[in-house]
């Protein structure tokens, strides 16, 4: 009699253990899954689209350079349209906008769309630094955005309305 209970102590205990070290296996599973679903959501997938964040207003502009240049203040805020492409061929690329601002020290480049009407544009550098090139939960790239929409979206969202994605 008691080597039968012995022997069904023995059993449970092995049952337990094997329960445990199950839910232990599939939960190292599932954690290690969810954090690379977590990780490529964060930043590892973002490298495809180059934009740091999009910015879109309602109403069609045919020349937003020149709805730049009437919005700032030319003594602060310059602004160049068209940059060296990136294999430094002296060829330009007329879709993007160099925005230097003398207040915050920072410069901008921001993509255009490839149609004229839309008034919408991608922030795609902060001081020459793309998307990639921030950590995942940046405070510089954070406060680089920060500045950029006290400094050009906040004075662009008196004449236009913006658009929130």
């Not at 690379?36 to 930043?43: D, I, K, R, T, V």
């Not at 330009?92 to 921001?110: A, H, P, W």
């Amino acid at each position: 009699m008691k080597k039968e209970k012995n022997k069904k102590d023995i059993r449970m205990k092995i049952i337990k253990w094997l329960a445990i070290l199950c839910f232990t296996a599939i939960s190292i599973v599932v954690l290690y899954w969810v954090g690379f679903a977590l990780l490529f959501s964060y930043g590892a997938g973002a490298g495809e689209t180059g934009r740091i964040t999009a910015y879109e207003f309602k109403g069609e502009v045919n020349d937003i350079k020149a709805v730049f240049d009437k919005t700032f203040d030319k003594r602060t805020i310059h602004i160049r349209d068209s940059i060296v492409d990136g294999d430094y061929r002296g060829t330009f690329d007329t879709r993007l906008l160099i925005i230097d601002s003398d207040k915050s020290n920072m410069q901008y480049i921001i993509k255009l769309p490839p149609s004229e009407g839309s008034f919408y544009f991608y922030l795609i550098y902060i001081n020459g630094k793309t998307n990639d090139d921030f950590g995942w939960f940046s405070i510089e790239k954070y406060r680089g955005i920060n500045l950029f929409e006290s400094e050009i979206i906040d004075p662009l969202s008196k004449k236009f309305e913006r658009v929130e994605e």
